[in-house]
């Protein structure tokens, strides 16, 4: 096919890779180390690049040819003398684990700089051109936290704004809001982005031993948007598995008779809205947009019934039948939450206050507390993304992988939230990535780009391949074949050629 000449740039994803190391296996798919790959685009031609995250992680490994620093689902015994004063001790080191740097989820931009992610308190500085691993970098060094999101938002100021948990620090456990400020220069010197990192606001958790997980939040013009739900991490669970001989992951409970709380912070003022919102139970990895309107909040996010979507990718569940034998038990709803936050003080209880035209409701209660539930938007949608420069605004559009009643993504979708018209593109045995859209330097429209998507096959004979869809009416615009063993990745983003500005060291 043929390449619209303004697509310039590079497409970098991230994915786990490697799942074996000598004789030992990693028990889960999202433990494997971190693999980065590009596609960087040049007058019309596509380039590849593949190369493993060379994290301390990584290195250890691979020095020991076997398993020794332990990920979420897999814990490693560096040391195979396992006697009781060993024991005790290590014990001790691992009340609060010191957590792996196998950056494997996604890519972060702070000021001109990108960073590979995951949920711990480190991430690495990578060289997008050259796909080479650079500094290493301790959150907990700035801020108190000892967990993060691989999700983070941007502003229009350039700042990088995340959220990370602190763990009983000072006898609380709390969510806390940091903004990362582009770097700035000190006497023509370049100073680290990170030495004015700036704590936001903090939420505290509803139990100091039982925070909430989360993956993602959301974000409109003037406020945060913290679901805190049911799928729970247990903190002296935690601080046990590594004597217990068990991973963090079983750490990790659904409590699925609890509320889910919404939690609204005013970025002018740092303070979080009084009136309590909850809806029922849920599990939710990945908010796609929120924005305001009429003294609401509308927020969409795709949610699910239970928290089996991670036990699906348990290795051993992973077999040549896992797209026929793996079902989920739940499957993933695009919901739509309207929450009032101007209303009627006077309103009668029971009565519902979202005034805007939708079948989602919010009910205010005896004790002044308010139920919301969800409109049902779609379903079968999961690795949603959107027009960015719509994020925090009112938007149409929403690109995702379609996901049924299996976990593995068979069609990349497009769905128009006002009319409902989805338009998708599928081939048989081919196994799409998230889909990134890119729009054009002249859009006028939101869909106004392309959207481009990583494509694996479960047939041996067929190469993976970079897929470009018209974002539009999703024809196809052409595809570049890469004739390497291609992974399923997890999550990426483009960077235009424009900020493609990398410091020669």
């Given at each position: 096919g043929q390449l619209p000449t303004w697509l310039q740039g590079m497409l970098l994803r991230n994915?786990?890779?490697?799942?074996?190391?000598?004789?030992t296996k990693y028990n889960h798919w999202f433990d494997?180390?971190?693999?980065?790959?590009?596609?960087?685009?040049?007058?019309?031609?596509?380039?590849?690049?593949?190369?493993?995250?060379?994290?301390?992680?990584?290195n250890s490994n691979i020095e020991a040819n076997r398993i020794v620093v332990s990920e979420f689902g897999t814990m490693a015994y560096p040391d195979p003398c396992k006697n009781i004063f060993a024991k005790a001790f290590s014990y001790l080191s691992h009340t609060i684990p010191e957590f792996t740097d196998n950056c494997l989820i996604n890519i972060m931009k702070t000021g001109d700089d990108f960073y590979?992610?995951?949920?711990?308190?480190?991430?690495?500085?990578?060289?997008?051109?050259?796909?080479?691993?650079?500094?290493k970098?301790?959150?907990?060094?700035?801020?108190?936290?000892?967990?993060?999101?691989?999700?983070?938002h941007y502003d229009s100021a350039g700042n990088t704004l995340n959220m990370g948990t602190s763990i009983v620090d000072k006898g609380k456990t709390k969510y806390i809001l940091f903004k990362i400020s582009p770097s700035v220069s000190e006497k023509g010197k370049k100073k680290s982005c990170f030495k004015d990192l700036e704590v936001v606001c903090s939420i505290p958790s509803r139990s100091l031993l039982h925070p909430s997980y989360y993956h993602s939040f959301g974000i409109t013009e003037n406020y945060i948007v913290f679901i805190e739900q049911p799928f729970k991490l247990d903190i002296v669970k935690m601080a046990t598995a590594y004597v217990r001989g068990v991973n963090w992951a079983s750490c990790l409970?659904?409590?699925k008779e609890d509320k889910t709380w919404f939690h609204f912070v005013d970025k002018k003022t740092k303070k979080e809205v009084h009136t309590k919102f909850y809806t029922d139970a849920m599990v939710s990895f990945h908010h796609i947009n929120a924005y305001e309107e009429d003294g609401h909040i509308i927020f969409d996010?795709?949610?699910?019934?239970?928290?089996?979507?991670?036990?699906?990718?348990?290795?051993?569940?992973?077999?040549?039948?896992?797209?026929?034998?793996?079902?989920?038990?739940?499957?993933?709803?695009?919901?739509?939450?309207?929450?009032?936050?101007?209303?009627?003080?006077?309103?009668?209880?029971?009565?519902?206050?979202?005034?805007?035209?939708?079948?989602?409701?919010?009910?205010?209660?005896?004790?002044?507390?308010?139920?919301?539930?969800p409109e049902r938007l779609c379903e079968g949608i999961e690795l949603p993304r959107i027009n960015y420069d719509y994020n925090g605004k009112k938007y149409k559009h929403i690109f995702a992988t379609e996901v049924q009643w299996s976990p593995v993504p068979t069609k990349i979708v497009k769905f128009n939230i006002q009319t409902k018209e989805t338009l998708h593109w599928e081939e048989h045995h081919?196994?799409?990535?998230?889909?990134?859209?890119?729009?054009?330097?002249?859009?006028?429209?939101?869909?106004?780009g392309v959207v481009l998507t990583c494509v694996v096959t479960s047939d041996p004979k067929d190469a993976p391949f970079l897929l470009v869809l018209d974002a539009k009416t999703f024809k196809e615009l052409g595809r570049a074949t890469v004739n390497v063993e291609m992974?399923?990745?997890?999550?990426?983003?483009?960077?235009?050629?424009?900020?493609?500005k990398i410091e020669t060291e």
């Open positions: 994915g786990p890779g490697m799942h074996t190391i000598g004789d494997g180390l971190a693999l980065l790959h590009s596609f960087t685009f040049k007058n019309g031609e596509v380039y590849y690049r593949s190369k493993y995250l060379r994290s301390d992680t990584y590979a992610t995951s949920e711990t308190n480190f991430i690495r500085k990578i060289n997008p051109l050259t796909l080479e691993t650079l500094e970098v301790d959150y907990s060094k700035y801020v108190a936290i000892n967990v993060t999101t691989s999700h983070p409970s659904y409590h996010i795709i949610a699910y019934a239970d928290n089996s979507l991670y036990d699906m990718f348990y290795l051993k569940n992973l077999n040549k039948d896992f797209e026929e034998s793996n079902k989920l038990t739940s499957i993933p709803i695009c919901k739509r939450f309207v929450v009032p936050l101007q209303y009627d003080k006077d309103a009668e209880v029971g009565s519902n206050l979202v005034t805007l035209p939708s079948t989602a409701t919010a009910v205010k209660e005896k004790d002044g507390s308010i139920y919301c539930q081919h196994w799409p990535s998230e889909p990134i859209f890119v729009p054009s330097p002249d859009a006028r429209e939101e869909d106004d992974h399923l990745d997890l999550h990426g983003m483009f960077i235009p050629e424009k900020d493609l």
